[in-house]
């Protein structure tokens, strides 16, 4: 009854009254099971994420170390966890080490890793439920010093070795996923090659695999490989690419994964001709799928990101248009993803000069969203591609009332939405920059700027978005200092991601070297200027 409170008090925004409710529900189960050391640490977790929640990292730092302090006592005690209390550490360590504590989060990794290996050789615990716990783990980007990709993989390959024959061919798509995690979040190549040069070799060892799958991992070691190892990363994508042109031209999950993995790895040899090629293969194969199987607006988004990274504007234009159709055949359509689809499209009719027809699908996309009357918390997620595309197009008074509508959406939720409804105050703060408000720009800047630098501080990683406006905010504001930290932090994200950068990285460099000149300093400010001379060249590409 107490976490439906608890539930209740987060939704309606009530952080004392939600954090009270978990303090009383941890002292009353407390009192039921008195002496269950195991379950004790468990509510102490629970408490602690309530804690997160609530944005007391103090409070809840405490409370995560309280809960390690017990599963390392009873581990003493014990010949390892039981079954899932392994996974209960791996959460236990990615919450130590998202608050800052590096040194209790290896402990809980280290406590986690023993505690397999005595519960799998009592039969308590799976190699291959280790391996999905690793693959989610992998999600989490939360080991900052280095040392946490390389764990992983070493953990995946031990667990590996434990699978039996009969499991082998579950456990490998779970180190595939692994593998493909630790080069998309994580960003590091040696430690996902380590993890994919196991998963072609036992693919390649075990019968009746698809060829697909085998083109797939053929190319996710490929995408791993150093520039010293050119020849071989050559092979392997030749070998991956002639396997799927061999294969038919229908919708099929492996096809369009494979030709997916070829496109990036185009993309990152800055060859936009053969990605474009790519792509235009796994549409023509999306397009052939049955109703039932159509591909997601997820995985279209993907390919249309490809295409712009490309500097493929047509094709980003296809693909999209597509997922346009898709959303308004459905048997009930959402509008969240009509009105993102429209405002998607906005970007490469922008790109290919069609400012007018932007205008108007954008014009098309506020009258849908306006249409619909909803009010959802998911609901300023797909605002925010709105309101972006509306400024883009020149309609700033109607981007600035998207923007509003979003954050009075998401005013209640701020404590479980922060990195939203901080995009949000960054790009309101812009629009009224240019309207001359600066007194509320100032405010919401200052306010979106230390969201951003607690969320940095409190998760060790770099904020991955956003960083754009607040850049130009603070510039016209006279702030250098933080334009200069903020541009440089959108400057090392595009520097993460292979292709074409955004056209908004182009205007925050040309706005932030305005400001320098202003502030005489001039070497910077055509520094910044070639850099968005590059950015704006590498828009004007097209591969056809």
């Not at 602690?48 to 929640?53: G, N, Q, S």
Request: aromatic share 2%; charged share 30%; hydrophobic share 45%.
């Amino acid at each position: 009854m107490l976490r439906e409170v608890r539930s209740t008090l987060f939704q309606l925004g009530d952080s004392d009254g939600m954090v009270r409710a978990a303090r009383l529900d941890y002292t009353l189960s407390s009192a039921d099971r008195p002496g269950d050391d195991e379950d004790r640490a468990r509510r102490l977790r629970h408490l602690a994420h309530t804690l997160k929640l609530a944005q007391r990292y103090d409070e809840a730092l405490a409370k995560l170390g309280e809960a390690l302090q017990v599963y390392e006592a009873v581990a003493k005690t014990l010949p390892g966890i039981q079954a899932g209390g392994v996974g209960t550490l791996e959460d236990l360590a990615m919450n130590l080490l998202d608050l800052g504590d590096a040194a209790a989060g290896r402990r809980a990794q280290q406590l986690a890793s023993v505690s397999f290996a005595a519960a799998h050789k009592v039969g308590k615990v799976t190699a291959l439920a280790r391996l999905r716990e690793l693959s989610t783990v992998a999600i989490l980007q939360e080991s900052r010093d280095g040392s946490g990709a390389r764990r992983l993989a070493e953990e995946t390959l031990a667990a590996l070795d434990l699978a039996p024959n009969a499991e082998l061919g579950q456990a490998i798509g779970e180190v595939a996923a692994t593998g493909d995690r630790l080069l998309l979040f994580w960003n590091d190549r040696p430690a996902s090659r380590l993890v994919n040069e196991r998963r072609l070799a036992v693919r390649q060892s075990l019968p009746g695999q698809a060829a697909m799958l085998l083109a797939r991992d053929r190319v996710a070691l490929a995408r791993t490989l150093p520039g010293s190892e050119r020849q071989r990363q050559d092979r392997l994508i030749q070998e991956a690419r002639s396997a799927c042109q061999r294969e038919p031209d229908t919708h099929d999950e492996p096809l369009l994964e494979a030709l997916q993995e070829l496109a990036w790895a185009f993309v990152e040899r800055g060859d936009g001709r053969s990605a474009a090629a790519v792509l235009d293969r796994a549409l023509i194969s999306s397009k052939k799928a049955a109703p039932s199987r159509q591909p997601g607006q997820h995985h279209l988004g993907t390919l249309a990101d490809l295409h712009r990274r490309a500097g493929d504007p047509v094709g980003e234009m296809s693909v999209l248009e597509y997922r346009l159709a898709l959303a308004r055949q459905a048997p009930a359509p959402r509008h969240e993803e009509l009105v993102e689809s429209m405002a998607a499209l906005c970007g490469p009719l922008r790109r290919l000069g069609r400012d007018r027809d932007a205008l108007e699908m954008a014009r098309r996309a506020l009258a849908t969203e306006e249409s619909a009357g909803s009010c959802s918390a998911a609901e300023p997620h797909h605002l925010m591609a709105l309101a972006q595309q509306l400024r883009a197009v020149g309609e700033k008074d109607r981007a600035r009332k998207v923007h509003e509508k979003a954050l009075a959406i998401l005013e209640p939720e701020k404590g479980g939405w922060r990195t939203l409804h901080a995009r949000h105050e960054a790009a309101l703060a812009l629009l009224l920059l240019e309207q001359n408000d600066r007194e509320r720009a100032r405010a919401l800047a200052t306010d979106a700027l230390s969201q951003r630098r607690a969320e940095t501080a409190a998760r060790q990683t770099a904020w991955d978005w956003g960083e754009e406006d607040l850049a130009v905010v603070h510039a016209a504001l006279g702030d250098l200092a933080t334009a200069r930290e903020l541009c440089e932090a959108a400057v090392a994200r595009e520097g993460r991601h292979a292709g074409v950068p955004p056209l908004e990285l182009a205007a925050t460099l040309e706005s932030l070297a305005r400001a320098e000149r202003s502030a005489g300093a001039r070497p910077l400010a055509e520094a910044h200027e070639k850099r968005a001379l590059a950015v704006r060249e590498a828009n004007r590409t097209r591969v056809r």
